[in-house]
């Protein structure tokens, strides 16, 4: 098939991490749209995606309406690519259960990442359950390969059933390189116009009941394809173990166990039975090995399977070597645990917001007045852990508006002022129907929004209120003062947190407000677009006094020196080149010990370079 322009990818192998190989394979598919709402670990998928000639690419709001969005582009008969995490899947549940039931015009492919171990989000849940749940098919590769390979085939699979396919990758799998063998791209599936069908589209109740049959149907002939297709790889050797097994999980029992007897599983759901049956029937004892939830295992107990797996595996964190090495022993098939994989443990690193963080100055000023702080999902969780430790809850996205409403409607005699902090990206994403219901309910509640003008945690991406879009266009800038007021907030204040002792002031102000108040602290991210730090400060020995006053306020470029004062005090340090000349910690220092070195060399006659 021709590429638009002449342009084409020459068939090589490279090494690419799993969602380099997911947006590489989706091109050579011939997918033109890709939506999405940006979430650890999935987001590079669009990012890569979106610098392909002859696509369409965009970010959504929220998970929901990039699902909604996708289906609206492929109603047109486009072929579409939609990735989120796994939480986010929880937000896009409502559109794509009634999807299932439609079915596709195009192939539709919804890449879903999860995260055993947590390693970026507040759960670990497992999406093949949801999948299940939906009636929708899900692949699971267990390599970069594997990624590119199952996203390709996944865009005919999903015309060949009318349905839409789940690729579900774990954070192993999207952010580890492996070899990937390319291939030519195909020409863009672009729609032209909505394909009309009230029956299959319009799912109301009398035209709902004969598509719920059809997905029923659907499901035999995919769990017949399923039984026989090459990517449920079936290999008998041993006949006294047989392991089931799918995902990373598998490299590491087939490094373990090589002899053993597999049944390697790149579909999930439907589960591959009649081959899990026959390797039962081939083999004396059979384990399962997956990550997080005992789908699989619960899967062929079902079909009357005997098998064991969560007995000797953990049902929580993510697998590696060794515990797959301890759960191998613990069953009796290996005789001594493996050797550690690390030699050295690793030097801890917590999470902490960067230097220059325009959040910093609004928590140090909740933390000023002990206000109860609901919080969100974003960079200024970090502020729950210590210095500031001035975050006391989070749930999910959006959740801290709610919560504070709530709080408000119920505490008879509260003993702090009622915060809700939430972020830019994450208010256009879920937080304008909390905010609505603090308005209604008149709820006597501040909410904070920490707008950084990006979408920070996930890497910089925009939303509503950048101002550009995903393909570089400039677009219309939502003003958050617009959707607050349009709302129906009476008592509006917006504030820069770098400018600390006026924050407090006007926060102040907000949490004493009668009803729903709204404090706008606004400043742009220290590191987008680029890494702000033309003029870094220096802690002068003579004025401190060792008060600790800007190690409070947690900046990773302030760190305890090896010098001390007279009295025996600690003298901190500020690491230049990590200092972003914010200015909080000259303006929270009692001893006016701080000064950045361009006010040093211009109070010493020095010329400051501009």
Known sequence: MSVPNGQKE????ILQFGNEAIAHGAREAGCYFGVAYPGTPSTEILQIFHTFPSVMAKWSPNEKVAVEVGIGANLTGSRVLCTMKHVGLNVAMD???????????????????????????????????????????????????EAHDFTKMAFEFSEKYNTPVMMRETTRIAHARGIVQLGEWAEPVRGD????????????????????????ERTLKLLDFSNNWEGNEL??????????????????VRELLPDASYLKVGMPWPFPVEKARKLAEHCERVLV????EPFMEEEALIAGIKVQGKEFFPREGELDLDTVGEGLHKAGLLDAVPPPNANEPVLARPPVLCAGCPHRGIYMALKKINADVYGDIGCYTLAALPPLESVHTCFCMGASIGNAVGAALNENNPKHHRVAIIGDSTFFHSGLTGLLDAVASNANMTVVIVDNSITAMTGGQQHPGSGKDLMGEIGPKIPIEDVVTGLGVKHLIVTDTYEYDKTLELLKEAVKH????????????????????????VILDDPCSGCGNCLRIGCPAISISGRKTDRGMHIPEITADACTGCTLCQQVCKDDAIFSIAEMKKSSGEEVEA
């Open 10 to 13: 020459k068939p090589n192998k």
């Open 95 to 145: 559109p794509l259960m009634t999807f299932t039931y439609t079915g596709v015009v195009a192939g539709f492919v919804l890449v879903v990442a999860d995260d055993p171990g947590m390693h970026s989000s507040q759960n670990e849940q497992d999406s093949r359950m949801l999948a299940k749940f939906m009636k929708v098919p899900v692949l699971d590769p267990a390599n970069s390969q």
């Open 193 to 216: 116009n909505m394909k009309r069908d009230i029956q299959r589209f319009v799912m109301m109740p009398n035209f709902a009941r004969a598509r719920h049959t059809f997905a029923e």
């Open 235 to 252: 290999n008998l050797q041993s006949k006294k173990i047989g392991i089931i097994t799918a995902g990373v999980a598998s490299n590491y």
């Open 289 to 292: 090995v997956e990550e997080l």
């Open 514 to 537: 009668e009803g729903p108040s709204v404090l706008i602290a606004r400043r742009p991210c220290a590191l987008f677009p680029k890494k702000i730090g033309i003029d870094p400060y």
